[in-house]
């Protein structure tokens, strides 16, 4: 589903991906691991298209289509959805307006109908009792005024409205409680554990894989994959350290 | 005495951000007319202006407020030649000033907003919210100045004055100007100038929003903002779309 091959990449002129391989198979989920200043983030915003993430060579295929050269917007169209690790704050738009507005600027892209006002409520009333999330989320500005956590939650409930093909998550899991750890955990599985689907999952913590169960664990260092393994791979780590294990 | 023949330039203060070559063809009478209103005690009465190209030039606007008045303006100023409202208010005891003003626009047009707000008695309150988006070399200004008499004890007074420039080349200036002779007074002024934010921009690309449209919701947001006070939400998306419709002609 997701193919990345020999990518280089530098923010500001500094190289940060130096070769980095990897390919994601539909209806799995690959979780990546490795110490800070790896390139995990800049792996995210690559692959999410980010102004000043700059790719100097490789190439990234994504269901056969060349994502690099998509733009940002053109990727979320294409089934692409990018979880932050800080969610950005937009006073004054609020969830439901910026979720519709996102939706439909979606279904547009790929040539299908919008969905009206009340058909938008409908499926985002679904969604967030999926996730067992208050609607009334949906009210307010995007992000602002959010704790850490409920920031992340609603991460969740967008990917469930948006219902992408294939889900980077960049550490959703840093700033959350345990109970708020479970029900992303959960949100994850639910709405992208499918035969159609795949989740590329950074993370520093075994906890997040307890619920979500990776089917291969990758190191990254230096902006490379240094090793690759099991679930079994992230309880070596988180024994042992990276420096031990890669 | 007023030497009412003695035409503005840019070195009077409520002039100096002004366009220039606007300036020069200006007319004696057309500097001594005013819109005059007096509100009687109690009395409130909302006006909305729309200062496009229908109406550019200068407008003078000159309120005074009984005890307990409410006036309130909320005007855009998006015409593609200079553009000016000028609000004098004198507010009575208790009475309640509300502002809410847009400068919109490209091209190379100064356009703004300059008002004199006089807090003559105690108790009385005045709020003045100003967005400015521009493009091109054009030019947003608020010039605010408050006056607190010595008697006016309880003033609450507040200014805030936002622009996002979408374009190098293009300008915003504020200018609060605050006498204040009352001590038992608030007044607050703010005012931030800059471009529009990447971070929220990506973020909307990430989700499937293309940049034309991004754009538009966060302008949309950000002008939203002089409208607050508006009650009517008929009038209040009518102003936000006038002013946002000159986005689509000008960017598109």
């Given at each position: 589903m997701l193919k990345i091959e020999n990518l280089h990449a530098e923010v500001g002129g500094t190289p940060i991906l130096n070769g980095l391989t990897l390919s994601v198979g539909a209806g799995e989920v690959h979780a990546i691991m490795g110490p800070n200043g790896a390139g995990k983030s800049t792996l995210a915003y690559v692959l999410g298209g980010r102004p000043g993430y700059e790719v100097?060579?490789?190439?990234v295929s994504f269901n056969g289509v060349d994502l690099l050269d998509l733009e940002p917007h053109e990727r979320a169209a294409a089934g692409m959805f990018l979880g932050f690790q800080y969610p950005v704050e937009i006073p004054g738009v609020s969830f439901a307006q910026f979720l519709r507005e996102a939706l439909n600027?979606?279904?547009?892209?790929?040539?299908?109908?919008a969905l009206s006002g009340g058909e938008f409520l409908k499926l985002a009333k679904d969604k967030a009792g999926l996730l067992r999330l208050d609607m009334d989320m949906l009210k307010r500005p995007v992000n602002v005024g959010f704790s850490g956590g409920e920031k992340k939650r609603a991460e969740m409930v967008q990917m469930g409205i948006l219902d992408p093909a294939f889900a980077v998550l960049d550490e959703t899991d840093s700033g959350l409680d345990i109970d708020a750890l479970r029900i992303v955990g959960e949100g994850i599985n639910t709405i992208m554990r499918a035969p159609d689907k795949a989740v590329l999952l950074i993370t520093h913590y075994q906890r997040l894989l307890d619920v979500v169960k990776p089917d291969v664990v990758h190191v990254l260092a230096k902006g490379r994959i240094v090793k690759s393994g099991g679930p079994e791979l992230a309880l070596e780590l988180e024994e042992q350290g990276y420096e031990a294990v890669a | 005495m007023t030497d009412v023949a003695t035409l503005p330039t840019a070195h009077d203060e409520d002039w100096r951000?002004?366009?220039?070559?606007?300036?020069?063809?200006?007319?004696?009478?057309?500097?001594?007319?005013?819109?005059?209103?007096?509100?009687?005690p109690g009395e409130t009465r909302s006006k909305v202006l729309v200062l496009d190209d229908a109406h550019p030039g200068i407008h003078r606007v000159r309120m005074t407020l009984g005890e307990g008045a409410r006036a309130e303006i909320f005007a855009i100023a998006s015409a593609s030649a200079y553009t000016r409202l000028e609000i004098e208010v004198r507010l009575g005891k208790g009475a309640h000033f509300e502002f809410g003003g847009v400068t919109i626009g490209g091209g190379d047009a100064t356009r703004e907003f300059v008002t004199r707000v006089a807090h003559a008695e105690p108790d009385a309150t005045s709020n003045q919210t100003v967005r400015a988006v521009h493009w091109g070399t054009a030019t947003g200004n608020f010039l605010?100045?408050?006056?607190?008499?010595?008697?006016?004890?309880?003033?609450?007074?507040?200014?805030?004055?936002?622009?996002?420039?979408?374009?190098?080349?293009a300008a915003a200036n504020a200018k609060p100007e605050l006498e204040i002779f009352a001590d038992d007074v608030k007044c607050a002024h703010g005012?931030?100038?800059g471009a529009l934010d990447q971070a929220a921009a990506f973020y909307m690309a990430a989700r499937g929003i293309p940049p034309e449209a991004a754009r538009k919701l966060l302008i949309r947001a950000f002008v939203a903002d002089a409208f607050h006070a508006l009650d009517d939400a008929e009038a209040r998306d009518a102003m936000l779309e006038q002013a946002l419709s000159v986005l689509g002609e000008e960017l598109a």
């Open positions: 100097t060579q490789g190439s600027a979606q279904r547009k892209t790929r040539g299908e109908e | 951000y002004a366009d220039p070559a606007a300036l020069e063809v200006l007319t004696p009478t057309q500097l001594d007319v005013w819109h005059e209103a007096e509100l009687a605010g100045r408050l006056e607190v008499a010595r008697d006016a004890q309880k003033t609450d007074a507040a200014q805030n004055f936002k622009a996002i420039l979408l374009e190098k080349g005012a931030a100038i």
